[in-house]
């Protein structure tokens, strides 16, 4: 994996910023396969991502960092109602802007643990953008006090076999610094 960089993130960001008109925060990093930076045809035949977001926030708007996730049956619903609806709205708002993509199943709000740090994960699997094959994603949310870090790691759905150590490993190197 490497850091989107160069000329594939300058388009990257312009289609982003343009045509879909979402603008990013510094407070975003994406991590793609080796080689499409450099556009290598064979690194651009494959898709997974991982992208880290940091939502920032007033102090104490956020649980601290570590703090156990207790959540009922009727909660941990709720929030999957909410989380549910913000990616069906985002689908609908690209879908608009040309970017036609659908969720085609769904993985439950869940309490997680990320290296030991408690974690709200869901998943899901959407389709291809422009008749590309099917994505499998998993976001991870950790609060942490003034902010929200986000994690959320993706691929082909017919990649999976491909990429799930990598993203196994990847997901294991997360460390989080109490704010």
């Known amino acids: 994996m490497e850091i989107q960089k160069g000329v594939y993130k300058t388009v990257n960001d312009q289609f982003r910023r ?38 920032m926030a007033r102090k104490g708007e956020f649980d601290p960092l570590g703090k156990p996730i207790l959540l009922t049956k009727t909660e941990l619903q709720e929030l999957d109602k909410i989380f549910r609806t913000q990616q069906d709205a985002a689908q609908k708002e ?15 709000v869940a309490v997680a643990d990320l290296n030991g ?29 003034d902010c929200m870090h986000t994690i959320t790691v993706s691929c082909r759905d017919t990649e999976k076999n491909l990429w799930a150590d990598d993203l196994r490993k990847v997901l294991q190197t997360f460390r989080f610094v109490k704010r």
Request: glycine share 8%; aromatic share 8%.
């Open 117 to 145: 740090t408690p974690a709200i994960s869901y998943g899901y699997c959407r389709s291809g953008h422009a008749g590309a094959p099917a994505v499998w994603g998993r976001t991870y949310a950790v609060q942490n006090n």
């Open 94 to 108: 690209l879908a608009k802007k040309g970017a036609t993509m659908q969720i085609l199943s769904w993985v439950p």
């Open 18 to 55: 343009t045509v879909l008109q979402i603008t990013d925060s510094p407070n975003r990093v994406v991590a793609q396969p080796v080689g499409i930076n450099d556009l290598d045809p064979r690194a651009m035949d494959r898709y997974c991502r991982v992208i880290v977001e940091t939502q």
